[in-house]
């Protein structure tokens, strides 16, 4: 659980000393949601099959999840440490929330250099609080529309996005296969359950579709899509052992078996038929080819 870092059920059904393969569906290579489910409760099912397995056959290694690089340090340490503890107590909640509230006030362009413009009071109401702001309107340039473009004669460009529906905690993969006059040469959907994270699902798709051009057997490509985290992830040399950390790796392992490749990082304008295929992807149960 987020507050102790460890399983609160009982062993049941299982061995004491199973291990977490025969949570693995060997033949989807994924988690095997309707045992989990009834081993353990479903906070502790969603936070599991929330986790991406990797696909390969990476050796396991130790991370420490108090960083993005998995690295221990003594000062993540200690805000986890009071992480933990504050949510025992249960008395930061108000602040907590507030403090979301402002991170994602001064996020909008423009705020930071209008601070002035901003006010915000606080007013009871129903037993909670809650916060009006008055915000100084900005004149927000003209937004350049970015449209899809053809590869370069010989080329193909393959386009990849998630789309995700955290009511029904499902995801949908969405990627397209296009040549240089624009034809479609192929398209994949396919969805996961309990994958809401947003930088999960976009190195999940990007994998995937690595996955479909090996397969494929395409080896002059443009990767294409529009999660810049992703995709600085993916052009680094250096092994990545973050949340997604292992996607990251086994998908970088996968380009060695294409000859000539790029990334390509595109606007969300740019990559409408990905995206709407990824939405059409959360409702089926089955992957389409």
């Not at 250096?238 to 997604?244: A, F, I, P």
């Amino acid at each position: 659980m987020p507050s102790t870092y460890s399983t609160q059920s009982p062993v049941r059904l299982l061995d004491l000393d199973a291990n977490v393969n025969q949570f693995i569906d060997e033949a989807t290579r994924w988690w095997n949601i309707p045992l989990i489910q009834k081993v353990l409760t479903r906070d502790e099912a969603v936070m599991v099959c929330s986790i991406p397995i990797c696909p390969g056959c990476q050796q396991d290694r130790r991370v420490w999840i108090g960083m993005n690089n998995g690295d221990f340090s003594v000062k993540s340490a200690y805000h986890l440490a009071k992480t933990v503890s504050e949510a025992k107590q249960g008395s930061y909640s108000d602040y907590t929330l507030r403090s979301k509230q402002w991170n994602a006030i001064w996020q909008i362009k423009g705020a930071g250099d209008a601070k002035g413009a901003f006010e915000g009071r606080w007013a009871p109401a129903s037993g909670s609080h809650c916060m009006t702001y008055m915000v100084a309107k900005e004149q927000q340039p003209n937004l350049v529309v970015q449209r899809w473009k053809k590869p370069p004669f010989g080329v193909v460009k393959f386009n990849w996005d998630a789309a995700v529906d955290k009511e029904r905690e499902r995801m949908g993969i969405g990627i397209i296969v296009r040549d240089h006059n624009g034809l479609i040469l192929a398209a994949y959907v396919a969805s996961r359950q309990y994958i809401t994270d947003p930088t999960t699902t976009k190195a999940l798709v990007a994998w995937k579709m690595v996955e479909l051009c090996v397969c494929m057997e395409f080896q002059n490509v443009i990767l294409e899509g529009d999660s810049l985290e992703v995709i600085q992830a993916l052009r680094k040399e250096e092994c990545s052992w973050g949340r997604c950390g292992t996607l990251i790796n086994d998908t970088k392992l996968l380009l060695q078996n294409v000859d000539q490749w790029s990334f390509c990082h595109v606007k969300s304008t740019g990559n409408v038929a990905a995206y709407r295929l990824a939405k059409l992807a959360i409702s089926l149960n089955e992957e389409r080819l």
